[in-house]
């Protein structure tokens, strides 16, 4: 590449002429014309804009070891700005594929955290059935067992009504007859 900038070499604008061609000359009468120049020994093109241009207007061609330093500056600039822009291009590729991944564990996460919040829910479901259903059992049983109490109170109670009758009613014979109960009666290893 570099022997491509040592083959450039810088070409000056063209002169102008203070001369101008009328439209009428032929070709003939031009090449006598050139030839006139070239025989009365002009000084090269070079000489001429050097001494028609003063060296304040016209610019001259870096030398070729600046020239080269300035391309190589500006070679190794663009290769700069090209891996600057690389690395940015691949810190931005890094970030959003984080970011992805990032978004997608926090996908993750809620997902798997409602599944486990709606078997808590479906647990807490079952246990409060379950309690219900075991409340209800027990209060079957207390109901069942208040029951029983209250006819075995009913049997008591009938069973003193019958007693307190019989009591009366012999209490009413003992008193017609005039007759003192006996309460100690045995016979043959039984009571009477």
Request: proline residues 6%; neutral net charge.
């Amino acid at each position: 590449m570099e022997e491509e900038h040592n083959k450039i070499t810088f070409i000056p604008p063209p002169s102008k002429v203070s001369e101008e061609v009328p439209q009428s000359e032929t070709q003939s009468a031009t090449q006598e014309r050139i030839s006139s120049d070239v025989v009365t020994k002009e000084p090269p093109l070079e000489n001429k804009i050097e001494s028609t241009y003063s060296p304040e207007k016209v610019s001259r061609a870096p030398p070729p070891i600046e020239r080269d330093i300035s391309l190589t500056r500006i070679e190794s600039d663009k290769k700069i700005s090209i891996i600057k822009a690389w690395e940015e291009s691949e810190k931005t590729k890094a970030e959003n594929k984080a970011q992805k991944k990032m978004s997608s564990i926090l996908s993750w996460e809620n997902t798997e955290t409602a599944a486990i919040e709606a078997k808590l829910r479906k647990k807490e479901e079952e246990l409060e059935k379950k309690k219900a259903e075991y409340a209800e059992k027990l209060k079957n049983k207390m109901a069942r067992i208040h029951k029983e109490a209250e006819m075995k109170r009913a049997v008591i109670e009938s069973t003193r009504g019958k007693a307190f009758v019989e009591a009366e009613e012999k209490a009413a014979k003992y008193q017609a007859t005039g007759t003192i109960p006996n309460e100690n009666k045995w016979c043959c290893g039984t009571s009477a």
